[in-house]
């Protein structure tokens, strides 16, 4: 992950030319006023190695890849 300071941020979102995401921390992200409740999921190792290489090519971690994934699942499922 880039790091730059919160001018530069500003300047380049307003710009609207570049991808912002680059330079923010996704596993670290939350929603304001929404609860977050622990679940279990038993995966195989080869699915797993498979959302770590995908949470490396991202720079985060394998909970917001999947975390990811599951909030654009529900959402194309509530379409």
Known sequence: MAR?????????FDEGKEDVLQYADLSTLTRLGQDRHLVSVGLSEEL????DQVA???????QAVIEGWLVDGAQAASA
């Open 4 to 12: 730059i300071d919160a001018d530069e941020l500003d300047r380049i």
């Open 48 to 51: 797993i190695e498979s959302i």
């Open 56 to 62: 490396r090519s991202q720079g985060t971690d394998r």
